[in-house]
């Protein structure tokens, strides 16, 4: 799946878009995205300018973005206009190594399951061999009034 096709399933953009290409994927069970990790990030500016280091927060969050693809692929289409699929929750989250500029984060998700529409993933970040985070992910979809 390529940029334009994941650009058609999540409303993120520049600079909060962090899933840059969709390898793999099966309806209702699991993902595996990439996020390339470049210098240009804002985020480097000030997380640290000394050592740069991508923020856990955002690692998280570049997780719960493959999530929320996997579930709008899942349903067979694009969402509608105004659906959004919202971080609802995080369990057992841990960082395991950093991550910095040339990395490339190969994220897994996989789903656990889905209980009154909210979606309970078993979520994975790593940089080639080594894991970098994981965590369980939970989100839902909302329709949204402007």
Not at 124 to 141: F, N, P, Q, S, Y
């Amino acid at each position: 799946m390529s940029i334009q096709e994941v650009m058609k399933l999540l409303p993120h953009r520049y600079p909060f878009l962090l899933i840059d290409r969709v390898l793999e994927w099966e309806p209702d069970k699991y993902l595996v995205a990439i996020k390339n990790v470049t210098f240009n990030e804002p985020f480097f500016q000030g997380h640290f300018p000394i050592r740069p280091i991508m923020p856990g927060v955002l690692i998280t969050e570049a997780m719960a973005q493959a999530t929320g693809i996997l579930a709008f692929r899942s349903q067979g289409g694009q969402p509608k206009d105004n659906a959004l699929y919202m971080l609802v929750g995080l369990d057992e989250v841990v960082f395991k190594r950093i991550v910095e500029p040339g990395d490339q984060l190969r994220i897994h998700v996989q789903l656990r399951r889905l209980i009154r529409g909210v979606g309970f993933f078993d979520c994975e970040a790593h940089v080639g061999d080594e894991l970098a985070a994981r965590a369980i992910i939970k989100c839902t979809a909302k329709e949204v009034v402007e």
